[in-house]
């Protein structure tokens, strides 16, 4: 049945259609991936094929046309394949280096990167935060510098995922001295420019089918045409990027923190302890009831927060509400999950030590816990 009044039969379908893409071609392989710390390449292509890179983007650009919601499911399902890796740099793909392409992008830039994107011919990286800064955008120090019909790009920009093999970057760059928001701007940036290079691939606690880089810009030359949008106005170019960024990472957080549910659930009817499954006892199945409970109030505030956003409009402070709420309800209820596995839930032969890990960056990536309540406080007039 349709879940109204967000979902149609069409969603149903579309849901199922991933259900069952995930199952099949993801969840297979993703021991494999997480050891090898990537998953290959050819997954991009296949879901570019499938055309679920573009679901809510238009037919003209090379999507599939769909709504935004469409975007949410695909959100929601990957994050029930086994880790929040894959799903992290699919997103990116989808939902973080794309969108400003398609809105402030011209027709040649739609042509040379967003739409190869869409077909996951072309991997894209987005590129905002640097060594020493991550939360405060304005302060980046990575600078283009006209020269005639070229810019000319120098910095470092770190924990960038999609990183060691992303084919362009999607790229915040300083292009004055002004230190306000009027000296940021954007650029897309193809990696085969000499000058580009990858720093190194960085460890990490979770995530780890995803990769994660240091890139560094050194005398990168850009033609003109690789700006995006108008010069100047990358910081709110970017402010609203991560609105799409928030929304997705909390329609991602609920699908994970299902799958940590489900898993827990299943656990605890089947472990005996005196003698009986330990959902019997009280305690257990309170938790698991109040865990649900939890699931169901982010994801109705996820879904409002949504609608509205697919309206067109952009209320940031009901994003960073819906992003702060949903992550940390996620990470809360991997970590009970993962109490309820008693001493497997800490082996890594369980997969809810690995829930438990990838569930803890989305309170960091995207814009911390702690940026959330200083926007949400500061909309409150505090
Ligand atoms: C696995 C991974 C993948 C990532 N992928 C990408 C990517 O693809 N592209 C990209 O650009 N970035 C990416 N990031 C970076 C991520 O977005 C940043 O780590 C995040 O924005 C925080 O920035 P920071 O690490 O510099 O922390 P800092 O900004 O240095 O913050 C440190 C601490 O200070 C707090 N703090 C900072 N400012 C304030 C303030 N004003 N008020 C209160 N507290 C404050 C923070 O909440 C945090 O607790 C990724 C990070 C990780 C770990």
New binding site residues.
């Given amino acids: 049945m349709p879940y109204e009044p967000y979902f149609t039969e069409e969603h149903d379908q579309l849901r199922k259609m991933i259900r069952k893409f995930v199952e099949n071609e993801i969840k297979p392989f993703v021991d494999e991936w997480e050891e090898e710390g990537m998953f290959p390449r050819s997954l991009f292509n296949r879901m570019g094929e499938l055309g679920l890179l573009g679901l809510h983007y238009p037919e003209e650009v090379g999507g599939q046309g769909g709504d935004y919601f469409s975007g949410l499911i695909l959100a929601e399902e990957m994050n029930k394949c086994g880790c929040g890796g894959v799903p992290m740099a699919i997103a990116?793909q989808t939902d973080?280096a794309t969108p400003p392409i398609y809105k402030f992008g011209t027709k040649d830039q739609h042509e040379r990167f967003l739409k190869p994107a869409l077909r996951g011919e072309k991997i894209a990286?987005?590129?905002?935060?640097e060594p020493n800064?991550?939360?405060?955008v304005m302060g980046i120090q990575t600078r283009a510098r006209r020269d005639g019909d070229e810019w000319v790009i120098n910095g470092t920009?770190t924990?960038?995922?999609n990183g060691t093999r992303a084919d362009f970057v999607t790229l915040v760059t300083r292009t004055s001295d002004d230190p306000g928001p009027k000296g940021i701007s954007l650029f897309l940036v193809e990696t085969n420019h000499p000058g580009f290079s990858v720093g190194k691939k960085l460890e990490?606690v979770g995530?780890r089918s995803s990769d994660?880089a240091e890139l560094i810009f050194d005398d990168v030359r850009v033609p003109h045409e690789n700006l995006l949008g108008e010069e100047g106005k990358g910081f709110y170019q970017i402010m609203w990027q991560l609105q799409g960024e928030r929304m997705i990472g909390a329609a991602g957080a609920i699908g994970g923190a299902e799958k940590s549910y489900e898993l827990a659930l299943n656990y605890a009817k089947t472990r005996i302890a005196f003698n009986q499954p330990i959902s019997n006892f009280q305690v257990i199945a309170h938790l698991l009831a109040e865990m649900k409970t939890q699931i169901e109030a982010c994801r109705e505030l996820t879904y409002a927060t949504a609608y509205r956003f697919a309206k067109g409009e952009v209320p940031s402070k009901e994003i960073s509400m819906t992003k702060l709420a949903a992550v940390q309800m996620a990470h809360w209820v991997a970590d009970r999950a993962l109490q309820i596995f008693g001493g497997n839930g800490y082996m890594a032969e369980y997969p809810i030590e690995r829930a438990w890990r990838d569930s803890r960056?989305a309170r960091?990536?995207?814009?911390?816990?702690?940026?959330m309540k200083?926007i949400i406080a500061k909309q409150m007039g505090l």
């Fill in positions: 990116v973080m990286a987005i590129g905002i935060t800064n991550g939360s405060d920009k924990f960038i995922t990490k995530m994660t960056l960091i990536g995207g814009g911390t816990d702690e940026i200083e």
